[in-house]
């Protein structure tokens, strides 16, 4: 019914979206223009930008656009809105300087190459309520969030970091290049994470969470011995789909 276009004079690129109980629209990504239209909330800014936006539900009027980051690419891969309105994201950043708000213990600087990130806006767009690396001294990217029914913040992705942050995890170690299950509580508390994969390559793409608090995730793995769990098929060979669900706890 519509289309809406945002961005400056340089390259923009929208990677997640959702909806909130009335219909608002967010849309967050990447940005590298010098002129967008927008208030930034956090860093310095350099090679591009995450970008946050908020439209009414005709799309017509953008309600707030926030954008923050540090000296080298920052992007959005995942994000959610929470009942109070408060809106989540997490992706990948190769910037050490990041801006870091009340950040998980051991996660207020980054390692070389590339970082997963989480950061929380408040509910107007208008501050980061929490910021912080997810990671350990290897690659970590981040890919999906989701947001669950007590505001708990739910981030996939991949990692090749030993040292990860695991806690009350299903599985304690890595193994290869392997997927991350990462549970936050809305204030940004690390509640429980876990590596899930076998010894060769494994990815997690997406996340969805349902009334109960049940998570689950889907992805790809190249692993013969990736753990299953009343599975319906084993290795097929190649890279495989892959989907997993996790109690609450």
Do not use: C
């Not at 439209?55 to 000296?71: I, K, N, R």
């Not at 995942?78 to 408060?86: E, K, L, P, Y």
């Not at 299950?181 to 060769?200: E, R």
Request: hydrophobic share 40%; proline share 3%.
């Amino acid at each position: 019914t519509y289309t809406v276009a945002i961005g400056g004079n340089g390259a923009d690129e929208a990677t997640a979206v959702t909806l909130d109980a009335q219909g608002r629209i967010y849309v967050a990504g990447y940005s590298a223009s010098t002129d967008l239209a927008g208030t930034r909330i956090g860093g310095t800014g350099g090679h591009g930008d995450v970008f946050v936006a908020r439209l009414d539900p005709t799309g017509q009027v953008v309600e707030f656009l926030s954008y923050f980051g540090g000296s080298a690419a920052d992007s959005v891969r995942g994000i959610g809105v929470d009942a109070a309105g408060r809106v989540h994201v997490a992706g990948a950043t190769q910037s050490t300087d990041f801006p870091i708000v009340n950040a998980l213990a051991g996660q207020g600087t980054a390692a070389a190459g590339t970082n997963a990130f989480v950061a929380s806006l408040s509910a107007n767009g208008a501050s980061l309520t929490f910021a912080s690396y997810l990671g350990g001294s290897d690659a970590d990217e981040a890919h999906a969030l989701a947001v669950g029914p007590d505001g708990s913040i739910i981030v996939v992705g991949e990692t090749r970091s030993a040292n990860f942050p695991v806690r009350n995890a299903q599985e304690p170690e890595l193994e290869g290049l392997d997927g991350f299950v990462t549970k936050l509580s809305n204030g940004g508390a690390l509640q429980w994470s876990t590596f899930l994969g076998g010894q060769i390559s494994d990815s997690l793409f997406g996340v969805a969470v349902d009334g109960a608090g049940h998570v689950a995730v889907a992805g790809t793995s190249n692993s013969p011995d990736h753990p299953t769990v009343q599975g319906t098929q084993g290795f097929g060979g190649g890279f495989d789909a892959v989907v997993a669900r996790f109690s609450p706890a």
